[in-house]
């Protein structure tokens, strides 16, 4: 495996948060002046969710709500925000990221004389909560990929997309941008591969829309020999998951026009792989689903089958990584797990994993995270039976990096080293 890029902390000292508005000309409005003090925010990541941020603090003028209230009262609540690591004197941020206010809250801080000023919750969401505001009615023609990176231009955003297959008309009935997509277009998109799965979310103010394995950043963490290791839970969901398609999928197609049905089954073999043993379940736990076809091709029916499938079986076995200052870790991102102090795989446990929700926590000016990572295969090792079909990832194309921008808003590509 190349080497991929440890997960170092930006500085040891306390974490802060910046809030701020932007005027039409681009001057930076600080939202969190000397009359706010933070005592904590909440900082949560999802794939296929809005990114939310919560924010508790004191205000210590009366007249601060006013300054929320503006902001509101635009209509389209806009507001920049970025962490911060102060080391000494010197204060490193991370790059702006675009929210928008969805609610606040104001308890008066005392009644007595010569007190002012509220404890104030303030909840913000990302740009995919703000683009799930808009209803439409409209056909999409083309493919899925061409469709999703129209969407992410109608809302002015830059887009990570991977190219799918199949030109195809879609239909949108009064539904939001982000419903079209989760409820018309996820589980029917699929690459050159086969391989379904996609994931939609938004990380640098980049909408995401590809499978894991796509441009994703390669990093690595030993669990027992880093002094920011705070905890590790280890959950096997997949017996759960088998009940839902884990194990399995059949799509019995019923064509309206001349009566007659045809069944496709969820092909494994084309699953993406990041282990290599898998329970060997029954068939008759296979689950069954009905589709009618229509003026679409057939093969939407081997992509349903797939996505449901693969969705599931990548689900099946999860880590909760817990740390302290660690914020170079974000959703998609490939984890190497180590699990023993030399390195070597010696749990089945260990190996390769994708970010699928993050979530950091800053109290008093402590950042700690959890990171839920996810994959559909645990690691046979010393001479055990490697049952698991599927694609290996190909490490070449996740060492290329991802899409973002760096604090003055240019467009970078990340390339990590090899190994």
Request: aromatic residues 8%; negative net charge.
């Amino acid at each position: 495996m190349p080497d991929s890029q440890q997960i170092l902390s930006p500085g040891d000292g306390q974490v802060t948060l910046q809030l701020a508005t932007q005027s039409v000309n681009g001057a930076i409005q600080q939202l969190l002046g000397s009359q706010v003090e933070l005592q904590a925010a909440t900082l949560s990541y999802a794939i296929n969710e809005p990114a939310v941020v919560t924010m508790v603090f004191t205000s210590h003028s009366a007249s601060y709500l006013d300054t929320l209230r503006k902001v509101q009262l635009t209509g389209d609540p806009k507001v920049l925000c970025r962490i911060g690591t102060i080391t000494g004197s010197d204060t490193q941020w991370q790059e702006w990221q675009d929210f928008w206010i969805f609610d606040f809250d104001a308890t008066p801080q005392g009644i007595e004389a010569g007190q002012s000023g509220y404890l104030v919750k303030l909840t913000l969401k990302d740009a995919l909560w703000r683009i799930d505001r808009v209803n439409r009615t409209l056909a999409r023609h083309g493919r899925i990929s061409d469709v999703v990176a129209s969407i992410a231009a109608d809302h002015d955003l830059d887009a990570l997309v991977e190219p799918t297959v199949d030109d195809v008309t879609y239909f949108q009935i009064y539904q939001s941008d982000i419903d079209f997509i989760h409820e018309r277009l996820m589980n029917l998109a699929a690459n050159d591969k086969g391989r379904s799965n996609y994931r939609l979310y938004v990380r640098d103010n980049v909408l995401h829309f590809h499978t894991r394995q796509y441009k994703a950043n390669l990093k690595a963490f030993n669990f027992y020999r880093s002094e920011r290791s705070l905890g590790l839970k280890l959950i096997d969901a997949s017996s759960a998951n088998s009940n839902d398609g884990g194990a399995g999928v059949s799509v019995t197609v019923y064509n309206v026009y001349d009566g007659s049905t045809k069944t496709v089954y969820s092909d494994p073999n084309i699953a993406l792989r990041l282990g290599n043993t898998i329970p060997s379940y029954p068939s008759e736990f296979i689950l069954p689903t009905v589709r009618h076809a229509g003026a679409n091709p057939i093969s939407e029916a081997d992509y349903i089958a797939n996505s449901i499938y693969q969705h599931k079986r990548h689900d099946g076995y999860v880590v909760r990584l817990a740390t302290n200052r660690t914020l170079n870790l974000g959703l998609n991102d490939l984890l190497n797990l180590q699990l023993s102090a030399e390195g070597d795989k010696n749990s089945a446990w260990a190996g390769l994993y994708s970010v699928g929700e993050v979530k950091h926590v800053i109290k008093s000016g402590t950042l700690s995270s959890v990171f839920t990572l996810e994959r559909g295969e645990t690691l046979s090792i010393k001479g055990g039976k490697f049952n698991a079909p599927g694609q290996d990832i190909n490490l070449a194309e996740v060492s290329s990096g991802g899409v973002s921008k760096t604090a003055s808003g240019s467009r970078t590509v990340a390339v990590l080293p090899a190994d």
